[in-house]
């Protein structure tokens, strides 16, 4: 990825497991909404009937000005429920089907 900034979902399935992880990688300039992250940015999985807080598990630093980090959702998802994934500083909406 050559901009300078992005958050992409790594998850390229749109299932997940009910307590599955989702990795986000921040790219450049993003990566400095990390240390906000569910403090100043909350971030959640968001269905018609549910909301369920992402924690982050793990931060994963790597080459070239790109952080991968890990999140578990804080309790279980509904199965054949259809979530977005919201990062409300970015207004990020990605589907996953779990």
Same mark, same amino acid.
């Given at each position: 990825m050559c901009s300078s900034s992005g958050i !992409?979902? =790594?998850?390229q399935n749109l299932t997940i497991n009910r307590? *599955?992880?989702?990795?986000?990688? %921040? +790219?450049?300039?993003?990566? *400095? %909404?990390?240390?906000?992250?569910?403090? &100043? +940015?909350? =971030? $959640?999985?968001?269905?018609? #009937?549910? &909301?369920? &807080?992402?924690?982050?598990?793990? #931060?994963?630093? *790597?080459? &070239?000005?790109? #952080? !991968? =980090?890990? %999140?578990k959702p804080e309790s279980e998802l509904k199965?054949?429920?259809? $979530?977005?994934?919201?990062?409300?500083?970015?207004?990020?909406?990605?589907?996953?089907? =779990?």
């Amino acid at each position: 990825m050559c901009s300078s900034s992005g958050i !992409q979902c =790594v998850n390229q399935n749109l299932t997940i497991n009910r307590n *599955g992880i989702i990795i986000l990688e %921040f +790219y450049s300039l993003s990566q *400095g %909404f990390i240390t906000d992250l569910n403090n &100043k +940015y909350p =971030v $959640y999985l968001e269905s018609l #009937t549910d &909301k369920i &807080k992402l924690n982050i598990v793990e #931060t994963l630093k *790597g080459d &070239k000005n790109v #952080t !991968q =980090v890990l %999140f578990k959702p804080e309790s279980e998802l509904k199965l054949n429920e259809k $979530y977005n994934l919201i990062i409300t500083c970015c207004a990020i909406k990605n589907s996953k089907h =779990v």
